[in-house]
Structure formats: C-alpha cells, structure tokens
C-alpha cells in the first residue's frame, strides 16, 4: 500500500507564495503519473496540476497556469507544488494524488492513492 503525506500548506495574504510538499510512502514502479487537486468548501475536488513520473510532461487547469508549478524529485519520492500569485479563489484543501495508468492525469477517478490534504487559506 502506498501513503502519501502532504504538507506546506497555510494562511497567505493574497499575491504571496506557498510551496505544497508529498511524499511517498514507498517508490513503486505501477505509478506512473501525480496530480495535485483541490476542494472548496460546498464544491467538488478539482483538478489543479499534475505530473507524468517518467519524463517529467507536466499538465494545468487554466485558473493556474502560469502561477503554479508542479515538479517531481525522483531520488526523493517527492512531488511538490509550487504556488505564486495566490489569491482567495485558491482556498481550498489540496490533495495530492498516485495514480498507475500515466493517462489522463486530469480526472480524479483515475487515480488511486490520495493524501490526506493540506489546507491552504488566501486572505484578501
């Protein structure tokens, strides 16, 4: 079974910077793919960025791009996620996510391992 552990999160003041940090438990060689993913209160998870392990192909939601930025670190079964620019919109819990097929990292119902989440609070 592998865990994922995530943290970084925290209270910004809009337009500052956070860096979400997960690990996982164990490197296994099903997985071929790691998505970042959020929920607001009242709203449904959403897709915000995400990974292909191998090669490194990198994908975004337009409410992002440009100011997130989402990298792997192989020797460290770490992903992270880099978040510039923040503004309230993006409070939410985010969640990181494994998944074993490497196609369409975008949809969460691909996905099979999640983390437990990390809150992330923007102040206007």
């Known amino acids: 079974q592998v865990q994922l552990v995530e943290s970084g999160g925290g209270l910004v003041q809009a337009g500052g910077s956070l860096r979400l940090s997960c690990v996982l438990s164990?490197?296994?060689?099903?997985?071929?793919?790691m998505g970042w993913f959020r929920q607001a209160p009242g709203k449904e998870r959403e897709f915000v960025a995400a990974?292909?392990?191998?090669?490194?192909?990198?994908y975004y939601a337009d409410s992002v791009k440009g100011r997130f930025t989402v990298s792997r670190d192989n020797a460290k079964n770490s992903v992270y996620l880099q978040m510039n620019s923040l503004k309230p919109e993006d409070t939410a819990v985010y969640y990181c996510?494994?998944?074993?097929?490497?196609?369409?990292?975008?949809?969460?119902?691909?996905?099979?391992?999640w983390g437990q989440g990390t809150q992330v609070t923007v102040s206007s």
């Open positions: 164990r490197r296994t060689f099903s997985i071929r793919g």
């Open positions: 990974i292909a392990w191998s090669g490194g192909i990198t």
């Open positions: 996510a494994a998944e074993n097929t490497g196609s369409n990292l975008r949809s969460r119902y691909g996905y099979d391992y």
